[in-house]
């Protein structure tokens, strides 16, 4: 355990209130006391992405929904850290902020839910899938046309609760919530992950901070795990460069290789035309640094419009 003995505590974390948000914040918590001996609080908030449940977030203004009140409070100083699925993090911090850590990926995969089916390939012609995420729309209609996919939101536990109540024949949720809060029984089948490209991010917990904190800053830098930092940093850039948002059916997947090299999957969807063909691309490369590796994912994104992204891209959901 280093000397941090430099950092002012307890350290707060301001966290959604969310079991899967306080599960993240309390791990988080227990690495900071752990490992770096600092004593750590949690502040829970209520964010608006928690408060606007009947509608999707690419109608009421996407991932940022999620972190904007958790900021406030690090900009007000009753919060010094903040801890967000990586997923739900937008591709451009404001200023003055940091992600200043990526701790090692849960399961990135997407999970097969439901109380009937044992997997996508079982459910009848017509059934109705329950998710919100456009990412999600394409490649369900790109596996299964037929199926009609409704709207879903909500915590985890409220997602579960509407399946059992007899709303939808199946969801998909990440599989990552599911593990961590023991709830990986609910899971029938995980989808593979050239089947249905994850999001970016997903899986990953990142911790962010003011820019400003110093010490703080380099202690937590510690606890971030290199291979998902590299590799989270390719497929954001890959949203980065397409404008990224929720408002755009984009998925951007990175696993390592045997060799050690990098392979990014990516996929880009028509946001108001989902059973238009998915445009796909896999790219590898030696990635030792994060530099290299947002150079990978640029260079994804740029092969998405070169198959035809930018008419997708400039299309608005329905």
């Known amino acids: 355990m280093q000397s941090n003995a430099s950092i002012a505590t307890p350290v707060v974390i301001a966290t959604r209130e969310s079991r899967l948000a306080l599960w993240q914040a309390e791990h988080v918590r227990d690495r900071l006391q752990q490992e770096l001996g600092l004593p750590t609080e949690l502040l829970g908030m209520t964010t608006r992405g928690d408060q606007i449940l009947d509608r999707s977030l690419s109608k009421v203004g996407g991932k940022g929904l999620f972190v904007k009140e958790l900021e406030v409070a690090m900009e007000a100083g009753q919060a010094q850290m903040a801890v967000h699925s990586l997923k739900d993090v937008p591709m451009e911090l404001p200023e003055g902020f940091a992600l200043v850590a990526i701790l090692e990926r849960e399961d990135p995969r997407d999970a097969f839910v439901s109380n009937r089916y044992a997997s996508l390939a079982e459910l009848p012609q017509g059934a109705c899938v329950g998710t919100s995420s456009l990412r999600r729309v394409v490649q369900l209609k790109a596996l299964r046309p037929d199926l009609r996919i409704e709207p879903l939101r909500g915590n985890l536990d409220t997602r579960l609760r509407k399946l059992d109540e007899g709303g939808y024949d199946a969801i998909v949720l990440a599989a990552a919530g599911l593990k ?8 029938r089948a995980t989808f593979a992950a050239e089947d249905m490209i994850p999001a970016a991010g997903q899986g990953a917990l990142g911790l962010e901070i003011r820019a400003d904190a110093g010490p703080l ?37 990175a696993v390592w290789l045997d060799d050690g090299r990098m392979q990014l ?54």
């Open 180 to 187: 961590r809060l023991g709830l990986g029984a609910r899971i």
């Open 217 to 253: 800053g380099q202690a937590v830098a510690t606890l971030s795990h290199q291979p998902t930092w590299l590799a989270t940093h390719a497929e954001r850039a890959v949203s980065r460069a397409l404008g990224g948002s929720c408002s755009v059916p984009l998925a951007a997947h």
């Open 265 to 318: 999957d990516v996929a880009l969807g028509h946001a108001a035309q989902p059973a238009q063909p998915l445009l796909k691309a896999r790219l590898s490369a030696s990635v030792a640094t994060t530099e290299a590796a947002e150079a990978l994912g640029r260079e994804a994104a740029e092969r998405l419009v070169a198959a035809g992204g930018a008419a997708y891209l400039a299309a608005q959901p329905v």
